[in-house]
């Protein structure tokens, strides 16, 4: 069974860095890609871009490039969703994604509450 | 705004049946295949179709996807109480070069 475990909740001040992680199982990890998806409060699904951990070949959405930084290391199965100086319009529902390359999510973490 | 339009609510009454519409462009809808989740409140969208009609384990035979042109549909067949929720449609979007999303239809169970 697919899996996607994302670490807990978090609460930041603005100007804080962060890091939230997503660990796959049940499947190859390093031959999907891992997609994030935000979702602010009461709002729809927006997609921030995507990682390929088999090489760490990353897609940002204009949205959110120079805004996060994703990364992967597949030894442990895990992708990460990274700030380096967070703002209170950073609030919101952090979801990864299993993903094709040309398809949109299928298989959903549980979600990261992140509040700044 | 969302790139693919949906109707922000509907609503039904048990056994009945409801559609969920959502239209797009050609770049999006009319080249490839969608997709739809459901989302109940405080819970992480769930995969409900794939590939226009395609259902992955679990999910009930009375969830149905079409798709024609630039638009598509969700078909929801003997509604159940339980089906109160948030329904996203998404496809992938050619000139984008990124998946997109419907803003979602709250379906309220009468």
């Known amino acids: 069974e697919v899996q996607l475990v994302q670490s807990g909740a978090e609460v930041k001040k603005p100007g804080e860095s962060l890091k939230i992680s997503c660990k796959g199982s049940?499947?190859?990890?390093?031959?999907?890609?891992i997609g994030w998806v935000r979702q602010m409060p009461g709002k729809d699904l927006e997609w921030m871009g995507m990682?390929?951990?088999?090489?760490?070949?990353?897609r940002y959405s204009p949205s959110f490039q120079g805004q996060v930084t994703m990364s992967a290391d597949k030894s442990i199965n895990t992708a990460y969703l990274q700030w380096t100086s967070l703002k209170a319009s950073d609030s919101a529902m952090y979801y990864c994604?299993?993903?094709?390359?040309?398809?949109?999510?299928?298989?959903w973490g549980q979600g990261t509450l992140v509040s700044v | 705004q969302s790139v693919l339009t949906q109707p922000p609510s509907t609503s039904g009454t048990p056994g009945q049946r409801v559609t969920i519409s959502c239209s797009g462009r050609?770049?999006?809808?009319?080249?490839?295949?969608m997709t739809w989740y459901q989302q109940v409140p405080g819970g992480a969208p769930k995969l409900l179709i794939s590939?226009?009609?395609q259902r992955p384990s679990g999910v009930p035979a009375r969830f149905s996807g079409s798709q024609s042109g630039t638009s598509a549909s969700l078909t929801i067949r003997g509604l159940q109480s339980e089906d109160d929720a948030t329904y996203y449609c998404?496809?992938?979007?050619?000139?984008?070069?990124?998946?997109?999303f419907g803003g979602g239809t709250k379906l309220t169970v009468l």
């Open positions: 994604a299993r993903q094709g390359q040309w398809e949109p999510p299928s298989d």
């Open positions: 049940g499947y190859n990890f390093a031959g999907y890609w």
């Open positions: 990682i390929y951990p088999g090489d760490s070949d990353t």
């Open positions: 050609s770049s999006n809808i009319g080249s490839n295949t």
């Open positions: 590939r226009n009609s």
């Open positions: 998404a496809t992938w979007d050619d000139s984008l070069n990124a998946p997109v």
